[in-house]
């Protein structure tokens, strides 16, 4: 059960929210407003309002950020001043509506049966985008729209994440145990971060997948720092990179080093223009994935060969999550439109017994799978539209009229959405930085 400073942690965060408005500089804390709560909040504590679905430390934060910008700035305007992103938002909000209208068949497999999503599904899934999706989307895009704000970001998840290394270096050592004797109770299982005769430290993200992608993140953001001379990078700026990355080695997760890797060759090899095409490049293959993947183009023969040649066991691990991906995809579609619903609908059973025959890694297809087309499009129009409008603005601009770190947020968030593919890493971060990229399109004057 969750010890007292667990319930202070999560029950008193407004409180510490309200602290941190005015504490800092505007720009500054609309970013903290969003990580320190997924950073330190407990993870998989939550209660239960009457209809809606739990609140917890993704909503919480969420609707207290909401809340109080709103009424920091009259002028926060609930709908951006981007067609692009009102219609998808659109989409967003009509997805829950048509999936659980489309979806109230009760599915028998036996000793297991999935119930038919009713009108509460349709108020939880409103809600649930709405705070998860929606918030983010139109902060990021109002508050962080100017290039100061966006260095601002870039610095705030540099620097956490030298801070957050320390408690890395802790549960690598000593086993990802921090979560249970701070917050008196575990959610994961320490067995389950065992990798290469050590462990992934998952402090208090709930998984080291999620722990491994917010120090890849850091990294990039410190190699931006770096390279854009900020003053903090200024002494011993190269180190704190190295650090951070041997930090992201030791947590066990080989793609988030890769991405980082990738990164340090287009941010330190290649100029700010080609930084957005590689961005645009990548976050257009993440938004055809489903296609490429349904025609065949995706060589994922070759693709899990070649890595079972590098690790036997990690490419045994991504054969498994490729074949589970076939399986998962064929029942897609057969409802393809909106998709199956909630309550593990999407996932495929044993007629006979009612076994889970499935395992869904990749949030493509945990998304494609539940909410359709139409929810696929609207979630994955938002964080991939977000780099592709920013490049169509700035493809024929001059070399130096590029902002520097609107650039570096889109090389970042196209890591971010690579890796949505094999994993489920999507978190407010990455709905905030794409927010951000589509604000960078109509400036609002800097706020401090």
């Not at 489309?102 to 939880?124: E, K």
């Not at 094999?422 to 905030?432: A, E, G, M, Q």
Request: hydrophobic share 50%; aromatic share 14%; glycine share 8%.
């Amino acid at each position: 059960m969750p010890n007292l400073l667990a319930n202070i942690a999560l029950y008193g965060w407004p409180i510490v929210a309200f602290w941190i408005m005015k504490k800092q500089r505007l720009n500054q804390a609309v970013v903290l407003l969003f990580l320190i709560p997924y950073m330190w909040l407990p993870y998989g504590m939550r209660f239960d309002l009457p209809l809606l679905p739990p609140i917890d430390k993704w909503t919480l934060p969420a609707l207290t950020a909401f809340f109080m910008l709103k009424a920091r700035d009259k002028n926060f305007n609930l709908f951006p001043n981007s067609r692009f992103l009102n219609t998808v938002l659109i989409g967003v909000f009509l997805s829950p509506v048509l999936t659980a209208l489309t979806n109230m068949d009760v599915l028998d497999y036996g000793l297991n049966v999935r119930p038919a999503m009713s009108f509460q599904d349709i108020v939880s899934g409103g809600f649930n985008n709405f705070a998860l999706i929606y918030i983010p989307l139109v902060i990021g895009a109002h508050f962080l729209s100017s290039e100061d704000a966006k260095k601002d970001f870039v610095f705030l998840l540099a620097i956490w994440g030298l801070v957050y290394s320390l408690l890395c270096l802790w549960e690598i050592k000593m086993s990802p145990q921090l979560h249970r004797e701070i917050y008196g109770f575990s959610t994961t299982s320490w067995r389950q971060q065992i990798r290469n005769g050590g462990f992934r430290p998952v402090i208090f993200m709930g998984h080291g997948l999620y722990v491994a992608m917010y120090m890849s993140m850091a990294t990039m953001c410190a190699m931006l720092l770096f390279k854009g001379k900020h003053k903090f990078m200024q002494k011993q700026g190269m180190l704190k990179v190295l650090y951070l990355f041997a930090i992201l080695i030791l947590c066990k997760t080989w793609s988030a080093a890769i991405y980082s890797i990738l990164s340090f060759f287009v941010i330190f090899f290649f100029g700010k223009r080609k930084w957005l095409y590689v961005a645009a490049a990548l976050s257009v293959i993440v938004f055809l994935y489903p296609t490429l993947r349904a025609a065949g183009l995706i060589p994922v023969n070759q693709i899990n060969a070649y890595f079972t040649e590098l690790d036997e066991d990690r490419g045994g691990s991504l054969g498994v999550r490729l074949k589970n991906e076939d399986i998962l995809l064929d029942k897609a579609r057969e409802r393809a439109l909106f998709g199956w619903g909630g309550w593990g609908r999407q996932r495929v059973y044993s007629e006979y017994t009612g076994e889970d025959l499935t395992i869904a890694d990749g949030t493509w297809i945990i998304i494609f799978g539940q909410v359709g087309w139409l929810g696929y499009l609207s979630i994955f129009g938002a964080l991939c539209g977000s780099i592709v409008v920013v490049y169509l603005r700035y493809k024929s601009a001059a070399e130096e009229a590029i902002p520097p770190y609107t650039a570096g947020l889109a090389i970042i968030l196209s890591m971010n959405l690579v890796d949505l593919i094999p994993n489920s890493s999507l978190s407010p971060l990455t709905y905030l930085m794409a927010g951000s990229l589509f604000g960078a399109l109509t400036p609002i004057k800097n706020r401090t």
